[in-house]
């Protein structure tokens, strides 16, 4: 994650701890990444970065013959998890490197991601092409994304990247996938965000 979301998530951790009796902060930094744990009789948050992260529960593929991009950023593979009662965050994303072209590695996604559901394809978050918003009401405004996290993917802001969409507001997973220095460059993401609905369940 980026400095920014560490330091909030410190600052949030310290002050809940001294309105909380009970309270642990755990925090690690090291080689492997830096990591931020703790936990109240109310929750608790956990951020895993680089190799302490886990890529399990991601719920999209790893592209086929793909190289894992982790240890140059924070965001390379991260999970975040934060609940407190009904409050929910959850965060996923991991980067990968392939030498197959751009269209190749989209159209695998296309299929990937159609087990959530229509899978939109967006650019600059705009849409490109139709349909222009999921079954569930997702669409490419990054709004409801950007407002809950710092989770920035490469497609969205940047650069001639795509991303592909599936699932609701609430709950998206999301493959941008754009082409750099004659590789092509891949981030999955999975977000579970706060104030979930039946119909995001659907």
Do not use: W
């Amino acid at each position: 994650m980026k400095d920014a979301l560490r330091v909030v998530t410190m600052l949030s951790a310290a002050m809940i701890c001294v309105a909380v009796s009970g309270c642990r902060i755990e925090a690690n930094k090291g080689k492997e990444g830096k990591d931020v744990d703790f936990a109240t009789p109310l929750g608790g948050m956990s951020i895993k970065t680089n190799k302490s992260a886990s890529t399990k529960g991601l719920g999209i593929t790893e592209y086929p013959g793909s190289v894992a991009l982790e240890g140059k950023n924070d965001d390379d593979k991260a999970n975040v998890d934060m609940h407190f009662g009904d409050f929910h965050l959850k965060i996923q994303t991991a980067k990968f490197s392939t030498k197959d072209s751009q269209e190749t590695v989209l159209n695998f996604y296309r299929n990937d991601l159609a087990q959530y559901g229509t899978v939109i394809e967006c650019q600059h978050d705009r849409t490109v092409g139709t349909p222009a918003m999921t079954g569930q009401g997702l669409t490419c405004d990054d709004k409801d994304k950007d407002k809950h996290s710092s989770v920035h993917t490469s497609g969205s802001s940047h650069g001639d990247g795509l991303e592909l969409k599936a699932g609701s507001k609430r709950r998206q997973h999301i493959a941008a996938v754009e082409e750099k220095n004659g590789h092509t460059e891949i981030t999955l993401v999975s977000l579970d965000l706060p104030g979930e609905n039946k119909s995001d369940k659907d």
